[in-house]
């Protein structure tokens, strides 16, 4: 391992532990202003805690720079925090699909999936159980040969079984829900240009405002799969490299990077939200209480008088 790709897992570890705490930070918020009452903000607080539960496993990555030291015990650590490491990046994938499926079917086809809320989070924290067990069965859980992460390898020289197993069980899937996120915000910023040019022309939706009102709660969760188009593309790119081929120091970099990122961007998105929303809502009670004060200040005038 060379000396800049060693300080770049030191580096790696910690933006993942920064990640770990912002989305901490972000899911502490919503419970402190009491929105995890509310189904959109549940969502985005999936989001968190996923990426929350992924930063924190790849925090663990750096403990594999002694792996040379002890490599009975840290091969047993490897194939732990590989494990890990499967299961919470699906968690993290599910509940962008999930969010991404409930943005299309309300601000799309006008239907609410509240009410299988239930299925979201089951099928988020048991469906990666599937996924995350067959590297475990066929072996494959070993330090990477490039630098110290632990994630789907091959021992020997052929790459077949690495190259399959890492396009079926995270880059194929995630290529597909990267296909499925686009098309959805394509098909939705048609549709919010469609909704504001019939409200400028002042003809009234079906549903009246009440529609209008829920859409622009909904349409923050709109990040999250633009965030995940961002940063996942290059880890992609990555997997597939290296499956195939030694990768450069740049390509490791540019492989583990983005999938941090993608981490912190989403706590910081969600707090960056909950502070505008924040803000909006203390000044329109701001301007109700004036409204109020004024009104009364009016009435007491018109009764002296």
Same mark, same amino acid.
């Given at each position: 391992?060379?000396?800049?790709?060693?300080?770049?897992?030191?580096?790696?570890?910690?933006?993942?532990?920064? #990640?770990?705490?912002?989305?901490?930070?972000?899911?502490?918020? !919503? %419970?402190?202003?009491?929105?995890?009452?509310?189904?959109?903000?549940?969502?985005?607080?999936?989001?968190v805690l996923s990426s929350m539960a992924f930063a924190t496993v790849e925090v663990f990555q750096v403990i594999f720079l002694n792996y040379d030291k002890n490599r009975e015990v840290y091969g047993?650590?490897?194939?732990? @925090?590989?494990?890990?490491?499967?299961?919470?990046?699906?968690?993290?994938?599910?509940?962008?699909?999930?969010?991404?499926?409930? *943005?299309?079917?309300?601000?799309?086809?006008?239907? $609410?999936?509240?009410?299988y809320e239930v299925w979201y989070v089951v099928t988020s924290l048991l469906l990666p159980c599937v996924m995350a067990v067959v590297p475990l069965i066929t072996n494959t859980y070993q330090l990477s040969p490039f630098h110290s992460y632990c994630y789907?390898?091959?021992?020997?020289?052929?790459?077949?079984?690495?190259?399959?197993?890492?396009?079926?069980?995270?880059?194929?899937? =995630?290529?597909? /829900?990267?296909? =499925? #996120?686009?098309?959805?915000?394509?098909?939705?910023? @048609?549709?919010?240009?469609?909704?504001?040019?019939?409200?400028?022309?002042?003809?009234?939706?079906?549903?009246? $405002?009440?529609?209008?009102? #829920?859409?622009?709660?909904?349409?923050?969760? =709109?990040? %999250?799969?633009?965030?995940? %188009?961002?940063?996942? @593309?290059?880890? !992609?790119?990555?997997? *597939?490299?290296?499956?195939?081929?030694?990768?450069?120091?740049?390509?490791? /970099? *540019?492989? *583990?990077?983005? #999938?941090? /990122?993608?981490?912190?961007?989403?706590?910081?998105?969600? @707090?960056?939200?909950?502070?505008?929303?924040? %803000?909006? =809502?203390?000044?329109?009670?701001?301007?109700? $209480?004036?409204?109020?004060?004024?009104?009364?200040?009016?009435?007491?005038?018109?009764?002296?008088?």
């Amino acid at each position: 391992m060379t000396p800049s790709l060693k300080n770049g897992d030191i580096a790696f570890a910690s933006l993942n532990c920064i #990640a770990a705490v912002v989305c901490l930070l972000a899911a502490i918020l !919503v %419970f402190a202003l009491k929105l995890h009452k509310r189904f959109v903000y549940r969502l985005a607080l999936y989001q968190v805690l996923s990426s929350m539960a992924f930063a924190t496993v790849e925090v663990f990555q750096v403990i594999f720079l002694n792996y040379d030291k002890n490599r009975e015990v840290y091969g047993r650590l490897c194939t732990a @925090i590989g494990l890990l490491n499967m299961y919470t990046r699906w968690t993290k994938l599910l509940s962008t699909m999930w969010v991404t499926l409930h *943005i299309f079917c309300f601000g799309v086809l006008r239907k $609410d999936l509240k009410k299988y809320e239930v299925w979201y989070v089951v099928t988020s924290l048991l469906l990666p159980c599937v996924m995350a067990v067959v590297p475990l069965i066929t072996n494959t859980y070993q330090l990477s040969p490039f630098h110290s992460y632990c994630y789907v390898y091959q021992k020997n020289d052929s790459y077949t079984v690495e190259l399959v197993e890492k396009l079926v069980l995270w880059d194929a899937p =995630a290529l597909i /829900i990267l296909l =499925a #996120a686009s098309t959805t915000m394509m098909v939705l910023v @048609i549709k919010i240009v469609s909704v504001l040019c019939r409200r400028l022309k002042y003809k009234p939706l079906a549903d009246g $405002d009440q529609y209008w009102k #829920a859409l622009k709660e909904l349409l923050p969760l =709109a990040a %999250f799969p633009i965030l995940f %188009f961002v940063f996942v @593309i290059p880890t !992609v790119i990555f997997h *597939i490299d290296s499956s195939v081929r030694t990768p450069s120091d740049a390509m490791i /970099i *540019i492989g *583990i990077i983005p #999938a941090t /990122i993608w981490g912190l961007s989403s706590g910081i998105t969600l @707090i960056i939200h909950l502070s505008v929303a924040r %803000f909006f =809502a203390l000044k329109k009670m701001h301007t109700s $209480d004036k409204r109020m004060e004024s009104s009364y200040t009016y009435s007491v005038l018109q009764n002296s008088a």
